[in-house]
């Protein structure tokens, strides 16, 4: 085996690594410089990767809503709060 064939048996190796990605990521507005994930930040990332050919690697994680549970891990049930009291005003 060359030097160059073990490199490329990398490449075919089943990865553990994931990505979360979904076009409706490009419906994030926010008002600007409010918060840093804006829809442009997120589209150059995806491209970053996919051009390096990380994204052929990665096993794809299909998005979904996140559970409150999840969010207050994190974040305060505050801003649960006002995350839901925004979205039924809009």
């Not at 996919?50 to 990665?58: H, K, N, Q, T």
């Amino acid at each position: 085996m060359q030097n160059g064939d073990a490199a490329e048996d990398k490449l075919t190796i089943p990865s553990k690594l994931g990505y979360i990605y979904d076009t409706r990521m490009m419906q994030h507005e926010c008002i600007p410089n409010f918060h840093p994930e804006q829809p442009l930040r997120i589209w150059c990332i995806f491209e970053k990767l996919e051009e390096a050919g990380c994204i052929r690697r990665m096993v794809h994680i299909p998005c979904r809503e996140a559970l409150q549970e999840e969010v207050t891990l994190v974040h305060t049930q505050k801003l649960w709060d006002t995350v839901e009291d925004f979205q039924s005003v809009s």
